[in-house]
Structures are given as C-alpha cells and as structure tokens.
C-alpha cells in the first residue's frame, strides 16, 4: 500500500462524497440467504425476446451475447458445487429453463468444474430440451500431469459426451493454455507430442466437434504462436479474460498477464471470434469499493454495477458470447436487463470506464478470481477464501497502513472477526508450509505461498498490535 494515494485523496479523485457513499452500501440477501449489495442486480421487468445475438461467421448460426458459465452451479449446502455437497439439480434445472426462455442459448462447462459434475448437472438441465436450441460448449481439461497421456486425455473427452448426453459438442476448447511453469512445454505435453491436437481437428472434420479453439491464460509466446499457426490449425474461437480493468491494466496487477486490448485487437485482425471470460473478474468488478459504485451509480443511476462491464464486454463486435457464472435467479436476471437487448457503450461511456479503472489499481488486490483450480490445498488451506476476505478489505478501506491510521480499531476488527468468520482456523494462512503445489493451477500465476504468508503476517500484526 506504500506510495499509493490515501482513501481520503481517492474519494476526492472520484469526487464522490460521504453521502453518496452510504447511500451506495444498502445490502439485503438474495434467494439463498448470501448477502448482495443493493448494487450488485437492478430492478426492472425481464424482457422477452429482446436478446441480442451475435452471428457465428463459420456456421451462420445465432448465439446469444450472453453465454451461461457453469462453473459455480449451486450446491444443496448453499455454496457453488466445491463442497464435497450434491449439486442443487432442481435449482439448476430451473436457471438453465429461465435462460433458454429468456434467449440464453451458450453454455459453457468443464470436467474440471464443480469437482467434475458440471458437465453431467448441465447435461441433465439441458437434455430436457431440442438438441437444436442450445449450444454446449466443453473443454479438454487435462491439467494434471497423469491426464497428458494420449489415453487419458481420449477418455476425459469422450467422458464429456456421455455425461452431456449429446452427439456432438458445438465449442471444444483446449484449457487454459498458457499455464505452468514452462508454458511452451506443458502445451506440447498436453497436446502436441500425445497426438490429441491432431485427434481434435480430425473430430471437427467428422463433425463431432462444430467449432475448435482455445482459452487462454499466461504466457504470450503461446497465444502468438497458435495465433501464427492459424492458418494451420484455423481457429473457430478462441476464449480470453477480457474487461475494463484488464483492458489497459492486465500486466499492471499481474506482470504474468496480458493487457485485454492486445488479445482482442490480435484476434479481431485475424476475424477470429471471441468468447469472454471473466467480464467481471471473479466478482470483483461487482463488490467493488464503496466510492467507485457511488460513481458508477451518479452515472446510470437505475443500472447495476456488473452491468457496466457486461456491456463494456459487449460492446466490441468481435465478441461472439459473454460468460458469466449466474449461481443465482438475481444474477441471471440482472445480466438479462443487460443484454434484452444490448445497449453498447457510446465513447464518452467507455472513457469514463477506463478512468474509473485507472483509479481502481490505486488500491489494489490480489489478483484472484475464485476460479477454485488451486484446490484442494493438501494441506487444508482455504486459498480462495482467504484471498476473497483479504481483497474485500481492501475494498472495504479495512487494510490499515499503520495502527496510528484513523480508523485503525474499525479496521482491525473488521479484518480480524471477518477471517474467523470467512475461513476456519484451521484452514487458514498460517498453516500454509509453502509446498508450491497451488502454484501451477492458478490460471493468474498468483505467486500462492508468498501472498499467504503477507496475509498472514498482517494477521499476527493485527493480533499483536504491531502494525
């Protein structure tokens, strides 16, 4: 937080005052009893027939701007499928209905989500439907050294049409490329030198797979060099973190990453469509400081935050889908006034994003998006929660700089009951031996073990009054 500008200078900057922020933090619960700012989802009838969509240049055919991430199905425990609870089936069945109702037509799963019954709930949700109104999107998950194998990795790919119940899947992509130590040789393991690549163009040719591409996360030698084979492999699509942070500011908060405005601008030269993820990374650009929705809220008053950035992610014409992870009937309705129909952002609107984002890395926060691939911890360490907890004080203004900070005994608090509270004690920093496994999961290439322990030492700061 050194040589950062204080809260006080960032409210002026933002020129929001005391009143517009308390009347910004009204909070209430949604459906399952989680807390939901009074921001977070926007009042107003849901429209019928009103969906944008955007028009799939190989096959013609319409997809919806806004695709459905099934990644965080609800689970019977309350949580979003990583509890060892059933996932919520019922529930899920009536979020997939509501959607396709409502013209959602793409959904995008994983073996690798919800502890591997993703693809199965959302094959059970959809399977009650024509095969022809929906677009199943999946992907060859195979992370784990013991899934590199040619073997191994036919079987998670035939896997996925059982537990989809289809024929033929609509978007295959190879996950999250990019990732691992060494980037270049994890993708060769993965793909090249066991054939698979080659097995996958083989099942776009035969129909079995509609369109063939990649998501991408890390390092940018892997995307420009699938980029430049382009005319060998012809990507369909091809899936990035894309949002108005990560527009200019990717590297800024992760020097791992790449800026949004380059992967967009390399794919649009090459007419390449382009699926987004994380349009509200992982949440954050839905709970954000209390300042930064009284701005974005004195500007379009009736709108909720997250629908500033999925209209930001809309609004660029090469985006083919939109994903976003709607564990609950209010998120589904919410990104619905969004899209029903899609109002893009005029020039002016995007500006006044990018400046808003410009003033959002003053404080910054551990670039986590939950994704979850970081779990389970061998040793029982709640990563995402603890880095969930940490980033919402630092929203929050609970991360004091010092304990002669005005508000340092509110904070102190706040930080302290809240972690009790988040993360059990035995889950928590402290009991993190650095064992490094996390790291090769993260998609963000979050240096793990090194924020834990930072987190940690400003909890034992904190408790000892040492700040």
């Known amino acids: 937080m050194k040589n950062k500008i204080n809260r006080r200078d960032f409210l002026k900057r933002m020129g929001v005052g005391a009143a517009a922020v308390s009347a910004a933090a009204i909070t209430g619960c949604d459906s399952k009893n989680n ?6 989802t926007a009042s107003g009838e849901i429209p019928m027939g009103e969906m944008t969509y955007r028009t799939n240049p190989k096959t013609g055919e319409k997809v919806s701007i806004l695709g ?53 709930a959302t094959g059970i949700a959809l399977a009650r439907h024509p095969r022809d109104s929906y677009f199943i999107a999946t992907k060859l998950s195979n992370f784990a050294p013991q899934t590199w194998s040619r073997e191994a990795s036919l079987q998670m790919y035939h896997d996925s049409f059982k ?21 270049m040789d994890t993708f060769r393991k993965r793909y090249i030198d066991n054939g698979i690549l080659d097995f996958l163009l083989e099942e776009r040719e035969k129909g ?31 899936q990035i973190q894309m949002n108005y942070l990560d527009w200019n500011h990717a590297k800024e908060i992760n020097p791992s990453n790449t800026n949004a405005e380059y992967l967009y601008d390399e794919l649009d030269k090459r007419e390449i469509p ?46 083919l889908t939109v994903l976003s992870g709607m564990t609950y009937m209010e998120h589904l309705q919410d990104n619905l006034l969004s899209y029903s129909p899609l109002k893009p952002l005029s020039d002016e609107e995007k500006q006044f994003l990018f400046d808003t984002s410009s003033l959002i890395v003053q404080y910054p926060t551990v670039p986590c998006n939950d994704c979850k691939y970081c779990m389970p911890c061998p040793y029982g360490i709640d990563i995402p929660a603890i880095l969930t907890h940490y980033n919402k004080c630092v929203n929050q203004g609970n991360i004091p700089e010092t304990s002669q900070a005005p508000n340092y005994r509110e904070a102190r608090q706040a930080f302290l009951v809240g972690y009790d509270r988040s993360v059990p004690k035995l889950r928590q920093a402290s009991h993190c031996i650095g064992c490094n496994q996390c790291i090769v ?27």
């Open 35 to 40: 807390p939901v700012t009074g921001n977070q």
């Open 68 to 120: 459905y991430g099934c990644m965080r199905w609800p689970d019977l425990s309350g949580g979003v499928g990583r509890s060892d609870a059933d996932l919520d089936q019922e529930t899920i069945n009536e979020l997939v209905d509501y959607a396709l109702e409502h013209g959602v037509n793409y959904f995008d799963t994983s073996p690798a989500y919800c502890r591997g019954r993703s693809e199965e």
């Open 163 to 183: 537990k989809l119940q289809t024929p033929y899947i609509d978007y295959m992509l190879l996950h999250s490329v990019g990732g691992g130590e060494d980037a």
């Open 208 to 238: 079995k797979i509609r369109n063939l591409g990649f998501s991408y996360h890390g390092d940018i030698a892997i995307f420009d060099n699938l980029l430049a084979n382009h005319d060998k492999y012809k990507w369909d699509f091809v």
């Open 274 to 319: 382009v699926v987004i993820m994380e349009p509200l990374l992982g949440g954050r650009l839905s709970d954000l400081p209390d300042h930064v929705v009284a701005r974005l809220k004195q500007k379009e008053p009736e709108r909720s935050v997250a629908s500033w950035a999925f209209r930001f992610a809309g609004t660029y014409p090469r985006v």
């Open 441 to 467: 999961h993260c998609p963000q290439n979050i240096a793990i073990p090194v924020e834990l322990h930072r987190i940690d030492r400003f909890v034992e700061q904190l408790k000892q009054n040492t700040l």
